[in-house]
């Protein structure tokens, strides 16, 4: 399902540098820059707060609307987000211009819905590879997510990315053959089918043993 459009608002910054960014944030604001469309990239300052609830809301994936003094601006994608690892507070955010209904290239995270029949009734294990994969559509269009039903899969079988369904207008740009989640024994269900050998099979072999009759 595609997230509404969200709306940001934000300042050019007449000044840059590290004080200037200590200064921004000490104000409720991130730096950020906005590029694309073959325009200079422009430094400017996101509300802190309304940016906070637009990640919470989709804009994180979603199309969101630059506004300036209370005037839409432009559209736009967040395509990097830099965390402060002590505080975990954004740090900076890199926004590529897009138009509404142009076609963009995003990566986007992939749900399993639903439980594989090989883990319930079979006691196997989800593993999944693929925590994403890039698709291409419009922008005003994208998802949020890609879901997967596993529900049908069993012990050793999976799904790659050219199984997986998009929206219409969508096409997949991860390689078709990609492994996105398998379905695996447990090693408690390996032990036990090892244990069921018969004995002579599990036997190893002794390098340098003779054989009878030598």
Do not use: C, W
């Not at 820059?33 to 707060?49: F, N, T």
């Not at 005037?71 to 897009?98: C, G, M, Y």
């Not at 002579?200 to 054989?211: A, D, R």
Request: charged content about 25%; aromatic content about 2%.
């Amino acid at each position: 399902m595609a997230t509404k459009a969200l709306t940001i608002p934000f300042e050019l910054r007449e000044k840059t540098g590290t004080s200037s960014a200590h200064a921004l944030r000490a104000a409720g604001k991130v730096p950020a820059v906005v590029y694309g469309h073959g325009v200079e990239p422009q430094h400017v300052a996101l509300d802190a707060k309304a940016f906070d609830e637009a990640l919470h809301h989709g804009g994180r994936t979603g199309i969101v609307t630059l506004s300036e003094n209370g005037k839409n601006v432009e559209t736009a994608l967040v395509r990097e987000i830099q965390i402060n690892p002590v505080s975990q507070k954004v740090f900076h955010v890199d926004l590529q211009r897009v138009g509404v209904h142009e076609s963009v290239h995003a990566k986007l995270p992939v749900v399993m819905v639903g439980v594989a029949r090989g883990v319930k009734d079979s006691g196997g294990v989800m593993d999944v590879i693929a925590h994403e994969l890039e698709i291409e559509g419009p922008a005003d269009e994208l998802p949020d997510r890609l879901e997967i039903d596993v529900a049908g899969l069993g012990i050793h079988e999976h799904v790659v990315a050219g199984d997986v369904k998009l929206p219409k207008g969508f096409k997949m740009l991860t390689a078709a053959d990609t492994t996105v989640v398998v379905i695996e024994a447990s090693r408690t269900a390996s032990q036990v089918e090892e244990a069921a050998l018969p004995a002579e099979q599990l036997q190893p072999e002794v390098i340098g043993q003779k054989s009878e009759g030598e």
